[in-house]
């Protein structure tokens, strides 16, 4: 499927935005008053960290591109479509997963060695993949409620039975509402680094997510997004000081390396992005970090409000000890809400939990456990009518 964003000449996009990362490694350079400070008619100008140049450079200029072959499409609505990774001999209840909206779905099937969805497959899983897509005329005009009650429903239903619903950051907000409006399409609920409590530990950081707002309207009703460069500003003064060390410590890699190359296909993931739709970003902003409306019990969906409380089905969910995208403190009310969950604490990042060099330890094998645990032969196919 071709983006309609797709690069041109340069080989790839990030890092982006690449002038905010530059200037904060400009300002933050250790050395700076002393080396980097020049003066030409009484005007200043600053040099940036050479050591952050040379691996952004080294990452620009790295010959890794993804070539992953997709498995078969078995259903397409709009701009999204449903991948089927399972095995012809699957005899497992089928196994969806849901990725969250502002990000390609491919980080669950990076490369050959990092691919959360092919371990799955090939220990006789049948995973299925709800590839979002690039939001085109009709999905700008989502609302959660659109994305929940709508595309995500119609997905399910297609796969025409019951099955476990895999949520991956915001793809666990929208896999518990489904779940909770729809138990008879759904066998069992798995949870990965999903946030509820939006203003834990502190609710500095949601203010000033929210503060952002009022600017980015102006580019949201031109576009009908929250544009990529936007969002990943947002993430990026998480912890600016990471993108710098990272980019730095690339540039001392052996670029040959197979640690070289895992870093190129997660950064190229990164900055492969996608737009918010307008609708969707102003319920985020101002209803999950803004009034933390989840938390309140106030989050609705159709009209009705989402509560964990009311999950009665087998349910996993996995916090990762060192998740700086969704802190724990976030996701653990999950754990106390949801009836009799199982609790996973991968010793991982937010992204590291699904694609790290352990991740196969510390979430791959403990998740497939589950599913042994609960998944017997297929389930019988779903009735299609409706929930009253």
């Given at each position: 499927?071709?983006?309609?964003?797709?690069?041109?000449?340069?080989?790839?996009?990030?890092?982006?935005?690449?002038?905010?990362?530059?200037?904060?490694?400009?300002?933050?350079?250790?050395?700076?008053?002393?080396?980097?400070?020049?003066?030409?008619?009484?005007?200043?100008?600053?040099?940036?960290?050479?050591?952050?140049?040379?691996?952004?450079?080294?990452?620009?200029?790295?010959?890794?591109?993804?070539?992953?072959?997709?498995?078969?499409?078995?259903?397409?609505?709009?701009?999204?479509?449903?991948?089927?990774?399972?095995?012809?001999?699957?005899?497992?209840?089928?196994?969806?997963?849901?990725?969250?909206?502002?990000?390609?779905?491919?980080?669950?099937?990076?490369?050959?060695?990092?691919?959360?969805?092919?371990?799955?497959?090939?220990?006789?899983?049948?995973?299925?993949?709800?590839?979002?897509?690039?939001?085109?005329?009709?999905?700008?005009?989502?609302?959660?409620?659109?994305?929940?009650?709508?595309?995500?429903?119609?997905?399910?239903?297609?796969?025409?039975?019951?099955?476990?619903?895999?949520?991956?950051?915001?793809?666990?907000?929208?896999?518990?509402?489904?779940?909770?409006?729809?138990?008879?399409?759904?066998?069992?609920?798995?949870?990965?680094?999903?946030?509820?409590?939006?203003?834990?530990?502190?609710?500095?950081?949601?203010?000033?997510?929210?503060?952002?707002?009022?600017?980015?309207?102006?580019?949201?009703?031109?576009?009908?997004?929250?544009?990529?460069?936007?969002?990943?500003?947002?993430?990026?003064?998480?912890?600016?000081?990471?993108?710098?060390?990272?980019?730095?410590?690339?540039?001392?890699?052996?670029?040959?390396?197979?640690?070289?190359?895992?870093?190129?296909?997660?950064?190229?993931?990164?900055?492969?992005?996608?737009?918010?739709?307008?609708?969707?970003?102003?319920?985020?902003?101002?209803?999950?970090?803004?009034?933390?409306?989840?938390?309140?019990?106030?989050?609705?969906?159709?009209?009705?409000?989402?509560?964990p409380c009311k999950i009665?089905?087998?349910?996993?969910?996995?916090?990762?000890?060192?998740?700086?995208?969704?802190?724990?403190?976030?996701?653990?009310?999950?754990?106390?809400l949801i009836p009799d969950?199982?609790?996973?604490?991968?010793?991982?990042?937010?992204?590291?939990?699904?694609?790290?060099?352990?991740?196969?330890?510390?979430?791959?094998?403990?998740?497939?456990?589950?599913?042994?645990?609960?998944?017997?032969?297929?389930?019988?196919?779903?009735?299609?009518?409706?929930?009253?």
């Amino acid at each position: 499927m071709i983006r309609p964003d797709s690069p041109g000449p340069l080989r790839r996009r990030g890092p982006r935005p690449v002038l905010l990362h530059l200037m904060h490694g400009m300002l933050n350079w250790q050395d700076w008053p002393n080396g980097s400070r020049n003066w030409n008619e009484n005007w200043p100008s600053f040099n940036a960290n050479p050591e952050l140049i040379a691996g952004i450079a080294a990452y620009r200029r790295h010959p890794y591109q993804r070539d992953m072959i997709d498995p078969p499409v078995i259903w397409e609505e709009g701009e999204s479509r449903l991948l089927d990774y399972g095995p012809r001999n699957h005899q497992f209840t089928p196994v969806l997963f849901v990725p969250s909206l502002v990000n390609r779905a491919y980080i669950l099937d990076l490369i050959e060695d990092r691919s959360f969805l092919r371990y799955l497959a090939a220990q006789g899983f049948r995973p299925l993949l709800l590839d979002w897509g690039w939001p085109g005329e009709t999905e700008r005009s989502f609302t959660l409620t659109d994305v929940i009650a709508g595309r995500l429903e119609r997905a399910i239903i297609a796969v025409g039975a019951r099955v476990v619903l895999a949520g991956y950051c915001m793809g666990g907000l929208l896999t518990l509402a489904c779940a909770e409006r729809r138990p008879d399409l759904v066998q069992a609920l798995a949870l990965l680094a999903t946030p509820w409590d939006f203003h834990a530990p502190d609710a500095t950081h949601a203010e000033k997510l929210l503060k952002t707002l009022p600017a980015l309207q102006p580019i949201m009703q031109i576009t009908g997004t929250l544009p990529i460069d936007a969002l990943q500003a947002m993430f990026g003064l998480l912890d600016p000081d990471q993108i710098s060390l990272k980019y730095r410590k690339f540039g001392r890699m052996d670029q040959h390396s197979p640690e070289a190359r895992h870093f190129v296909a997660l950064e190229d993931w990164v900055n492969d992005g996608v737009p918010l739709a307008s609708p969707i970003a102003a319920e985020a902003l101002e209803g999950w970090y803004g009034a933390n409306r989840p938390m309140q019990s106030a989050w609705r969906i159709a009209g009705l409000p989402v509560d964990p409380c009311k999950i009665h089905m087998p349910c996993i969910i996995a916090v990762p000890e060192r998740d700086r995208i969704v802190p724990a403190e976030q996701a653990l009310p999950l754990t106390r809400l949801i009836p009799d969950a199982q609790v996973l604490r991968p010793r991982a990042g937010h992204i590291g939990m699904v694609v790290g060099s352990r991740a196969q330890t510390h979430l791959w094998q403990p998740f497939a456990n589950w599913l042994s645990s609960l998944t017997k032969p297929r389930a019988a196919s779903i009735s299609r009518r409706r929930k009253m």
